[in-house]
């Protein structure tokens, strides 16, 4: 849809003209199709000399209210301003709008030049010098995150292992339809789940392909900041590995590109205390059935009348989850 065709181009151009210096309108918008719950727009504000490179992330329709886990848009540009502080590579935030720009809810962000699609990270030539060096980056870029300073945070909720655990099992029991494996899996997560006195630090909450940024350098940014909230840092350090992010990579399993070990050397190197890797296992064990309970869910809504291909994939793959839960259960061989 060009520029001069939608209705959301003309409140932006005068939103960035009114608001950033030196820009005298824009070009070159379009929707992108990445964003599951935010609309996200890329754009060129023109100025005298050469375009600034933008990204709105924008409310679906641009009036909903967060809902859920969701923290909310201005929660996410201030999270973004704040790990940007402590040295996260974030895309800058130019703008949060407001409701007097016409626009909607939502902000404007620097356009970092990289790639999100895992398949290319993982096999293309282009980031081969990367994918060594990308395990280390992510333990040091979540070192830094977790040292944000608490008293600056927004309101966000708090969310502990066992808080986790009663959030999903209650989900996966509307579902009315049984699992052995995720029962098995809650029972051993309860048993294992750390004291809710384990010390807390803000925490992305996705951070996984699709949602870092990444060149032929490594990492360039973080984005999505969505499900931000306040946790136990271990669970950004097991999200990352639960190997349904590894897209087939299996035996690598940071993200399909790295080992844990150099994620957990990265982390400690750069500040983030000492790595805890019973933690990070039970964080593992819980990311991987609480993704099996997202699929079991696209199966609802599938059932309930959403026919959309993108929900019966998306479902079907909750059986994948069953056999990672089987792998990570399975008692260890000792020797």
Not at 264 to 291: H, N, Q, S
Request: hydrophobic share 40%; with cysteine.
């Amino acid at each position: 849809m060009g520029a001069e065709a939608n209705p959301i181009a003309a409140p932006l151009d005068a939103a960035v003209r009114r608001h950033i210096k030196g820009t005298t309108g824009i070009a070159n918008l379009r929707r992108l199709s990445g964003g599951a719950s935010q609309e996200t727009w890329s754009f060129d504000a023109t100025t005298e000399g050469s375009p600034i490179p933008l990204i709105l992330r924008r409310a679906p329709g641009g009036d909903r209210a967060p809902s859920g886990t969701a923290a909310g848009l201005e929660t996410e540009a201030r999270l973004i301003e704040l790990a940007g502080e402590v040295d996260v590579p974030i895309p800058p935030v130019r703008l949060v709008l407001s409701e007097a720009d016409g626009v909607g809810r939502g902000f404007i962000m620097d356009r970092v030049e990289g790639e999100t699609i895992a398949r290319k990270i993982l096999r293309d030539e282009e980031f081969a010098a990367a994918r060594p060096i990308l395990a280390r980056q992510c333990g040091e870029i979540l070192a830094k995150l977790h040292t944000v300073d608490m008293a600056k945070l927004p309101p966000l909720r708090t969310s502990t292992a066992h808080a986790e655990i009663d959030q999903y099992f209650q989900t996966y029991k509307t579902h009315n339809h049984p699992h052995p494996v995720f029962d098995l899996a809650f029972r051993w997560l309860r048993d294992h789940a750390p004291s809710d006195a384990t010390k807390l630090t803000l925490v992305h909450g996705d951070f996984r392909h699709g949602n870092l940024m990444i060149g032929p350098d490594g990492v360039r940014a973080v984005l999505d900041w969505e499900l931000a909230h306040i946790g136990d840092p271990m669970e950004d350090l097991a999200w990352i590995c639960v190997n349904s992010w590894r897209f087939g990579n299996i035996d690598n399993p940071v993200g399909g590109f790295g080992k844990r070990e150099d994620l957990f050397a990265g982390y400690e190197a750069a500040g983030g205390g000492r790595v805890d890797p019973e933690r990070v296992k039970f964080w593992e064990v819980l990311g991987t059935l609480k993704w099996g309970v997202m699929c079991t869910t696209m199966v609802m809504a599938f059932k309930a009348g959403d026919r959309s291909v993108e929900r019966a994939t998306i479902g079907r793959r909750s059986s994948e989850t069953e056999v990672d839960l089987m792998r990570l259960l399975a008692p260890r061989k000792k020797g």
